[in-house]
Structures are given as C-alpha cells and as structure tokens.
C-alpha cells in the first residue's frame, strides 16, 4: 500500500470513507511524521497527537455504525497558531501570548472540526503574521524541507504561513489553513511547491483569528493540490454573524464544479506585473502559465493595472496602521505576558510589557503605523493610502470587464536562504509585491507549483480572479496544474 502520509485530502477521505485504511491508521502515521521532523524543521509549536487520535477515533465509529461522514472525515491537518483552538495554547508566534490557552474555538476551526478534520497540532508562524520569511516567530524559524542541490544552507518556508507550507510539503500534515494579509498564504506555497487559496475578503470568518490588519486578513486554505484546496475551503468557508466583515451568501460547490476546460474564457496578463529585474527564470515559468492556459482553450491578452506601482508602499501604510490599533489590545492588563517592575506604575507596566513581549518586526510596524495615524500625518499617508487603494480596486474592476481571470508570479524569486534578507526590511517586503494588489482589493488568488528553477527550487504561478469568483480561480489553477504536472517533492534530509 502506498505509504499514507503521501497520499492528500481526497485520497485519505475517499480511503477512509471507503475502507481502505481507517482513520486511526491515518493519523497515527502522520502523529508520527510531526514528531519525527520537529527539531529539524520547527513547523509546529505545539504538537497535539490526542487531538488527531479523538477525531479519527470519532471518523471510525461514525464509519462502523454507517453513519454519513464529512467532507475532511479522517484528514487530520495542521491549523496555523493564529486560530484561536479551545484548550489549546495559541500564540500568534509572540512572547506576549505565550502560555495563552483560549477556552472558546475560532469559526473557522470549529467548521473544520465539524467537517471531521482532526488537528495534528499548532502551525508556527511569523509573530503575529508580519513577515515573509518565518523568521520572526518567538519560537524560532521554521526551517523548509527543501534543499539547494549540493548544500547545507536553511531556506525560508515563506511567510507568515510558513508552518503551514513546510508541514505540507514535508509530509507532516496533508494540508493546513493559512492566513493571508499580503500574500501570507500564496508566497510560502510557491516556495514550498504546494497550492494555497486566498477567498474573496469575507468568504471565511475572521471570528477568533488573532488579527494583524483587519480590512486585509482572511483565512484560506493550503495543500498539495487544487482540489484538496477547494475541499477544505467549501468546509471553512461560509457566513458568521459573530464577524461584521462576513459575507451573508451560500458557499458554492467548488469541488464539483472543477474543470480545467478554459474554452471561452480569457485570461489577462497584467504588463505592469513585468516588472524591472525580474529573474528570467520567473519571465520563463510565466510564458509558459500562458502557454499551458491556452492550450486549456484560453484567450489571452494584455491588461493594465496602472497604480500596481504603488501597491506596496500602500500596503506598508494600511497594514501596520490597523496593526497599531489591533496590538494595542496586548497591554499586560488582560490576558498574556505581564511585565511589571518593581515600583512600576501602569504606564511603565504598559511599556515594560510590550517592549518584553513584541518582536523586533512587530515594534517596527506598530511604529509605522502609529505615526501614519498620528495627528500631522494621518492625512498625509493613511487617508492617500486608502485613496490609492481605491484606485488599485478600480483597476481590477476595470480588467474584469475584459477577462475572466488574471495570471501572474506568485513571487519575484524561488526560496532564499534565511538570514538572507533579515537585515533589510525593504527587501524582505518586495517579496510580496505580486501579491499585495489583490489583498488590498479583497480579491480571489491562488498560487499553483509551475516547475522547478535551475537550483532545483519550486517556482509557483499566481491567479486572480472577480470577487465571489474562486471557481474561476481554481478552475485555471487547475488547468495549470495539470499541464505543469508537478510532482516534486523535497528529498528528506531531516
């Protein structure tokens, strides 16, 4: 039989369901997996093996009495520590929330849960989600599976869901949900050679999920194939009145309705998206995502998306401005870390907390986004900023009126090396400069592994698609994916 932990989301449901191996055989096999890669890879910060072993034990019987199964019975996967889990630690990846034990279950998990999953344990991440590398976690970095031929250097697993992506493609978990602020999702899933989905702003709850920037973040889902995405995402996603920004509409059968037949559609390719420098090796992967749509039946043409030049810089003003007013919460009064020196008034508790609790990226876009709110400058920045996002929006809806999907990198590079660019905030943030446009208009996008570059590395090709429209988007990732036919994995080395 082939060995369990390679097989992804449809395969153990359907195995499961169908009596091919229970559930238990299941999450056994990847428990032991999780332990095996934990000091080598840090994916995880908590492990939770009885979790797994409950539901698969649930799956099992349910299975024995005929009782009718979920859409995820018997996958056990991996939740990102930003999910608030009831009764067990979460952390956002900060000092300030360690030893935080939440006694209630974010929407999205509990949909999860409530779909038959079963959880393998806490994703580590970038603290509090800021970051495009793992690097910034209180619980060290997340190291990716894969390997430069010939060399010993860590690479990043992308970030902030660098966790989830390095557990996925190491095997340790057949998929796992992601956040996405920036590109959160879609960028660590290109390093790592697997999918990751991003809905449409407001397709899943953002109830219970410790927020960064709040008109930006959404949960999606990661795994090693479209249609193990649109599964688990038919499952999270789906109206909650406890969240003002949730969308009040059905969700639709995305994985009944995949197709990768594009005839009839057309498909834009944004002439802003080339952008100086880009390694020819990215431009070559690009060419041939063009290629391989319209062999689909495509038509494809060139849009514009005339302020992308100023997405980023836009981005950098909105996030860490809503980062500034979310973080105020952890003060040392409530819940989390209290520092309080001896003789210490409450301001300096405030500060001695803050300061002992918060990582040098998050000090650094609080800071950020405490001045672009600051009386003198609100105006200047943050009101132009939203301006500018609104025109970036306008952009889109402009395209859309001309095709039906976008295609573009997922990211200006393969994996770097971490320790590469910690030192420079600039370039770590210009990682995201192919997915930020569509975060910002509350947009659709996906990232699928294309191919390899001459290193050996996964390269990944984004999609973005109309609002409400993610079986657009999962339809042309998976006519790509079928004709990239990528089957790539990292050779275990930990």
């Known amino acids: 039989m082939t060995d369990i932990t390679e097989l992804g989301v449809a395969a153990i449901r359907d195995g499961v369901a169908g009596g091919t191996f229970s559930a238990i055989e299941v999450a056994e096999a990847f428990n032991a997996n999780v332990a095996a890669a934990q000091d ?36 056990p996967i991996g939740m990102k520590d930003l999910f608030a889990t009831a009764g067990v630690q979460t952390t956002a990846a900060s000092h300030i929330l360690e030893g935080f034990v939440p006694q209630y279950e974010s929407t999205v998990s509990q949909k999860l849960w409530d779909a038959g999953a079963g959880m393998l344990g806490k994703l580590n991440l970038d603290q509090f989600a800021m970051g495009s590398s793992n690097e910034t976690s209180h619980f060290g970095n997340v190291i990716s599976p894969w390997k430069r031929p010939g060399s010993n250097a860590q690479l990043a697993p992308g970030g902030s869901s660098g966790g989830s992506s390095a557990a996925i493609a190491a095997r340790l978990a057949p998929a796992a949900t992601g956040t996405d602020t920036g590109g959160s999702i879609r960028q660590p899933a290109a390093f790592t050679g697997i999918s990751g989905i991003k809905p449409t702003y407001g397709r899943c709850s953002r109830w219970g999920v410790v927020a960064f920037a709040s008109s930006l ?86 849009v514009s998306l005339p302020h992308t030049r100023y997405a980023l810089p836009t981005y950098y003003i909105i996030a860490p401005a809503e980062a500034s007013s979310n973080l105020a919460r952890y003060d040392g009064v409530r819940y989390g870390l209290r520092d309080l020196p001896d003789g210490a008034n409450l301001q300096d508790m405030y500060a001695a907390t803050r300061a002992a609790g918060f990582g040098a990226e998050v000090k650094r876009r609080i800071m950020i986004g405490t001045y672009v709110l600051s009386a003198g400058f609100y105006d200047a920045y943050y009101t132009q900023a939203q301006k500018v996002r609104t025109l970036i929006s306008q952009d889109f809806a402009k395209a859309f009126e001309q095709v039906d999907v976008l295609l573009t990198p997922t990211a200006p590079s393969a994996a770097f090396a971490l320790g590469e660019n910690v030192d420079d905030p600039l370039a770590m943030y210009l990682n995201d400069v192919f997915t930020v446009p569509a975060s910002l208009a ?53």
Do not use: H
Not at 453 to 462: E, I, K, R, S, Y
């Open 442 to 494: 509350g947009l659709p996008a996906m990232s699928v592994p294309a191919g390899l570059d001459a290193q050996g590395l996964p390269l990944g090709l984004q999609i973005i698609g109309r609002p409400l429209d993610e079986q657009g988007v999962l339809n042309a990732g998976l006519a790509i994916e079928r004709r990239a036919g990528f089957t790539a994995k990292p050779e275990k080395w930990w």
């Open 217 to 302: 973040d959404q949960a999606g889902a990661m795994a090693r194939d479209v249609t193990d995405c649109a599964i688990m995402l038919e499952a999270m996603a789906g109206f909650d009145p406890k969240d003002s920004t949730s969308l009040d509409l059905p969700v639709p059968a995305w994985t009944a309705g995949l197709s990768a037949n594009m005839k009839g559609k057309t498909v834009g390719i944004p002439k802003e998206y080339r952008v100086d420098g880009m390694p020819p090796e990215i431009d070559a992967i690009w060419e041939q995502g063009i290629a391989w749509l319209k062999d689909a039946g495509a038509n494809v043409v060139e």
């Open 40 to 75: 080598a890879l840090n994916a995880f910060i908590v492990a939770t093996p009885e979790k797994a072993l409950a539901a698969a034990k649930t799956t099992d019987a349910r299975r024995a009495a005929g009782e009718p199964l979920g859409p995820m019975a018997g996958v």
